[in-house]
Protein backbone atom coordinates (compact mmCIF):
# COMPACT_ATOMS: atom_id res chain seq x y z
CA UNK A 1 0.00 0.00 0.00
CA UNK A 2 1.73 3.18 -0.98
CA UNK A 3 1.65 5.92 1.33
CA UNK A 4 0.83 9.25 0.28
CA UNK A 5 2.38 10.51 -2.36
CA UNK A 6 3.67 14.20 -3.29
CA UNK A 7 4.75 15.90 -6.27
CA UNK A 8 6.96 17.87 -7.43
CA UNK A 9 9.72 16.87 -4.56
CA UNK A 10 11.16 20.29 -5.73
CA UNK A 11 9.89 22.95 -7.18
CA UNK A 12 12.06 25.91 -8.13
CA UNK A 13 9.54 29.65 -9.23
CA UNK A 14 10.92 33.30 -9.73
CA UNK A 15 8.71 35.67 -8.43
CA UNK A 16 5.55 36.32 -9.89
CA UNK A 17 5.01 32.60 -11.53
CA UNK A 18 2.49 29.96 -10.25
CA UNK A 19 3.15 27.21 -8.17
CA UNK A 20 0.82 23.50 -8.29
CA UNK A 21 1.73 21.56 -5.76
CA UNK A 22 0.15 17.68 -5.93
CA UNK A 23 -0.81 15.76 -3.70
CA UNK A 24 -2.31 11.66 -3.53
CA UNK A 25 -3.70 10.57 -0.32
CA UNK A 26 -2.99 6.90 0.40
CA UNK A 27 -5.55 4.32 -1.17
CA UNK A 28 -8.52 4.61 0.74
CA UNK A 29 -8.32 8.02 2.20
CA UNK A 30 -10.92 10.54 1.25
CA UNK A 31 -9.47 13.35 3.73
CA UNK A 32 -6.71 15.78 2.64
CA UNK A 33 -4.70 18.43 5.00
CA UNK A 34 -2.22 20.53 3.77
CA UNK A 35 0.39 22.38 5.81
CA UNK A 36 3.45 24.51 5.45
CA UNK A 37 6.40 23.61 6.90
CA UNK A 38 9.18 27.42 7.21
CA UNK A 39 12.63 26.55 7.52
CA UNK A 40 13.60 25.99 11.78
CA UNK A 41 9.49 26.29 12.24
CA UNK A 42 6.64 23.63 12.88
CA UNK A 43 4.07 22.89 10.39
CA UNK A 44 1.26 25.39 10.16
CA UNK A 45 -2.49 23.78 8.74
CA UNK A 46 -3.67 25.60 5.36
CA UNK A 47 -6.60 23.26 4.32
CA UNK A 48 -8.71 20.15 5.16
CA UNK A 49 -10.78 18.70 1.95
CA UNK A 50 -12.46 15.81 1.00
CA UNK A 51 -13.46 14.61 -2.28
CA UNK A 52 -14.91 18.22 -4.49
CA UNK A 53 -15.35 19.53 -0.78
CA UNK A 54 -13.79 22.46 0.54
CA UNK A 55 -14.21 21.73 4.52
CA UNK A 56 -12.09 24.16 6.10
CA UNK A 57 -9.81 26.77 4.97
CA UNK A 58 -8.98 28.89 7.90
CA UNK A 59 -5.11 28.50 7.76
CA UNK A 60 -4.99 29.60 3.94
CA UNK A 61 -3.79 32.90 3.27
CA UNK A 62 -7.23 34.53 1.51
CA UNK A 63 -4.93 35.88 -1.54
CA UNK A 64 -3.14 33.87 -4.04
CA UNK A 65 -3.37 30.39 -2.02
CA UNK A 66 -6.05 27.96 -4.09
CA UNK A 67 -6.76 24.11 -2.74
CA UNK A 68 -8.85 21.16 -4.39
CA UNK A 69 -9.93 17.76 -4.39
CA UNK A 70 -11.49 16.87 -7.48
CA UNK A 71 -13.37 13.54 -7.93
CA UNK A 72 -10.95 12.18 -9.61
CA UNK A 73 -6.87 12.59 -9.33
CA UNK A 74 -4.72 14.14 -6.59
CA UNK A 75 -5.33 16.98 -4.83
CA UNK A 76 -3.80 19.99 -6.01
CA UNK A 77 -2.56 23.52 -3.85
CA UNK A 78 -2.46 26.55 -6.27
CA UNK A 79 0.12 29.26 -5.66
CA UNK A 80 -0.43 32.30 -7.89
CA UNK A 81 2.01 34.97 -8.30
CA UNK A 82 4.44 33.59 -5.84
CA UNK A 83 6.63 35.57 -3.45
CA UNK A 84 10.22 34.94 -1.55
CA UNK A 85 7.89 34.64 1.61
CA UNK A 86 6.35 31.90 0.19
CA UNK A 87 9.93 29.54 0.04
CA UNK A 88 8.75 26.56 2.27
CA UNK A 89 8.11 22.96 2.50
CA UNK A 90 4.47 21.96 2.03
CA UNK A 91 3.69 18.87 3.18
CA UNK A 92 0.31 17.25 2.41
CA UNK A 93 -1.15 14.35 4.99
CA UNK A 94 -4.34 11.58 4.63
CA UNK A 95 -6.69 10.28 7.13
CA UNK A 96 -8.95 7.24 6.38
CA UNK A 97 -11.42 8.91 9.14
CA UNK A 98 -12.44 12.37 9.43
CA UNK A 99 -11.90 14.26 12.69
CA UNK A 100 -9.66 15.04 15.57
CA UNK A 101 -7.60 12.03 17.52
CA UNK A 102 -7.61 9.95 13.82
CA UNK A 103 -3.46 9.59 12.83
CA UNK A 104 -2.93 11.55 9.92
CA UNK A 105 -0.52 9.98 7.44
CA UNK A 106 2.08 12.66 5.52
CA UNK A 107 3.43 13.12 2.29
CA UNK A 108 7.55 13.67 1.93
CA UNK A 109 6.60 17.40 1.11
CA UNK A 110 7.28 19.60 -1.77
CA UNK A 111 10.01 22.07 -0.85
CA UNK A 112 9.32 25.25 -2.93
CA UNK A 113 11.89 27.94 -3.50
CA UNK A 114 11.00 31.18 -4.65
CA UNK A 115 14.08 33.25 -6.59
CA UNK B 1 -7.94 28.57 19.05
CA UNK B 2 -5.77 25.98 19.77
CA UNK B 3 -2.11 26.70 20.96
CA UNK B 4 0.62 24.63 21.55
CA UNK B 5 4.13 25.72 23.51
CA UNK B 6 7.02 23.12 23.59
CA UNK B 7 10.23 23.57 25.02
CA UNK B 8 13.12 23.05 24.87
CA UNK B 9 13.84 24.39 21.46
CA UNK B 10 17.25 22.39 21.88
CA UNK B 11 18.24 19.49 23.29
CA UNK B 12 21.54 17.91 23.91
CA UNK B 13 21.91 14.50 25.41
CA UNK B 14 24.85 12.39 25.97
CA UNK B 15 24.17 8.94 24.22
CA UNK B 16 22.57 6.43 26.71
CA UNK B 17 21.03 9.39 28.82
CA UNK B 18 17.35 10.22 28.73
CA UNK B 19 16.09 12.70 27.28
CA UNK B 20 12.36 14.66 28.07
CA UNK B 21 10.61 17.76 26.07
CA UNK B 22 7.52 19.02 27.61
CA UNK B 23 4.54 20.85 25.68
CA UNK B 24 1.47 22.77 27.01
CA UNK B 25 -1.51 23.53 25.18
CA UNK B 26 -4.96 25.94 25.76
CA UNK B 27 -7.91 24.54 24.72
CA UNK B 28 -9.16 21.59 27.01
CA UNK B 29 -11.70 20.10 23.78
CA UNK B 30 -8.25 18.86 22.71
CA UNK B 31 -8.25 15.21 23.13
CA UNK B 32 -5.66 13.69 21.00
CA UNK B 33 -2.07 14.20 21.33
CA UNK B 34 0.35 12.88 18.61
CA UNK B 35 4.03 13.25 18.40
CA UNK B 36 6.14 13.38 15.57
CA UNK B 37 9.87 13.21 14.57
CA UNK B 38 11.13 14.54 11.27
CA UNK B 39 14.62 13.67 10.40
CA UNK B 40 16.30 16.35 8.19
CA UNK B 41 15.06 16.70 4.37
CA UNK B 42 11.99 13.66 5.56
CA UNK B 43 8.25 13.75 6.14
CA UNK B 44 7.21 13.64 9.57
CA UNK B 45 6.24 10.34 11.11
CA UNK B 46 4.30 9.33 14.14
CA UNK B 47 6.70 8.00 17.07
CA UNK B 48 3.93 7.47 19.22
CA UNK B 49 0.48 9.22 20.51
CA UNK B 50 -2.30 9.57 23.75
CA UNK B 51 -5.38 9.79 23.94
CA UNK B 52 -7.25 12.21 26.83
CA UNK B 53 -8.57 8.93 28.43
CA UNK B 54 -5.19 7.58 29.48
CA UNK B 55 -2.36 8.95 31.59
CA UNK B 56 0.80 7.28 30.12
CA UNK B 57 1.92 5.41 27.57
CA UNK B 58 5.11 3.56 26.62
CA UNK B 59 6.61 2.21 23.60
CA UNK B 60 9.64 0.39 24.14
CA UNK B 61 11.89 3.32 24.72
CA UNK B 62 9.26 5.92 24.32
CA UNK B 63 6.99 6.84 26.78
CA UNK B 64 4.43 10.21 26.50
CA UNK B 65 2.98 11.31 30.02
CA UNK B 66 -0.39 13.66 29.75
CA UNK B 67 -1.70 15.80 32.63
CA UNK B 68 -5.22 17.39 31.55
CA UNK B 69 -5.91 19.69 34.50
CA UNK B 70 -2.31 21.11 33.99
CA UNK B 71 -3.10 20.80 30.34
CA UNK B 72 0.36 19.33 29.55
CA UNK B 73 1.92 15.99 28.09
CA UNK B 74 5.68 14.82 27.89
CA UNK B 75 7.68 12.34 25.38
CA UNK B 76 10.38 10.46 27.04
CA UNK B 77 13.13 8.56 25.48
CA UNK B 78 15.40 6.32 27.35
CA UNK B 79 18.67 4.87 26.22
CA UNK B 80 18.81 7.13 23.74
CA UNK B 81 20.91 6.02 20.77
CA UNK B 82 22.72 8.07 18.06
CA UNK B 83 19.66 7.32 15.66
CA UNK B 84 17.18 9.11 18.14
CA UNK B 85 19.18 12.46 16.82
CA UNK B 86 16.53 14.41 14.55
CA UNK B 87 13.26 17.13 15.11
CA UNK B 88 10.11 15.86 17.23
CA UNK B 89 7.08 17.84 17.14
CA UNK B 90 4.13 17.71 19.82
CA UNK B 91 0.70 18.24 18.54
CA UNK B 92 -2.60 18.77 19.57
CA UNK B 93 -5.93 17.99 18.28
CA UNK B 94 -8.72 20.46 19.31
CA UNK B 95 -11.84 18.52 18.29
CA UNK B 96 -11.87 19.22 14.95
CA UNK B 97 -9.96 18.36 11.91
CA UNK B 98 -6.29 20.23 11.87
CA UNK B 99 -3.59 19.56 13.72
CA UNK B 100 -1.78 21.96 15.97
CA UNK B 101 1.79 21.61 15.84
CA UNK B 102 4.27 23.20 18.71
CA UNK B 103 7.66 24.33 16.94
CA UNK B 104 9.51 21.07 17.80
CA UNK B 105 12.59 20.22 19.60
CA UNK B 106 16.05 19.61 17.92
CA UNK B 107 17.21 16.32 19.64
CA UNK B 108 21.19 16.12 19.22
CA UNK B 109 22.73 12.56 20.84
CA UNK B 110 26.36 12.99 21.69
CA UNK B 111 28.48 10.69 21.33
Known amino acids: NAGVMQNPRHLVRRRGQEARLRCSPM?????VYWYRQLPEEGLKFMVY????????ESGMPKERFSAEFPKEGPSILRIQQVVRGDSAAYFC?????????????FGPGTRLTVL | GENVEQHPSTLSVQEGDSAVIKCTYS??????FPWYKQELGKRPQLIID?????GEKKDQRIAVTLNKTAKHFSLHITETQPEDSAVYFC??????????FGKGTRLHILP
Open chain 1, 93 to 105: ASSLIAGGNNEQF
Open chain 1, 27 to 31: KGHSH
Open chain 1, 49 to 56: LQKENIID
Open chain 2, 27 to 32: DSASNY
Open chain 2, 50 to 54: IRSNV
Open chain 2, 91 to 100: AAHPGDDKII
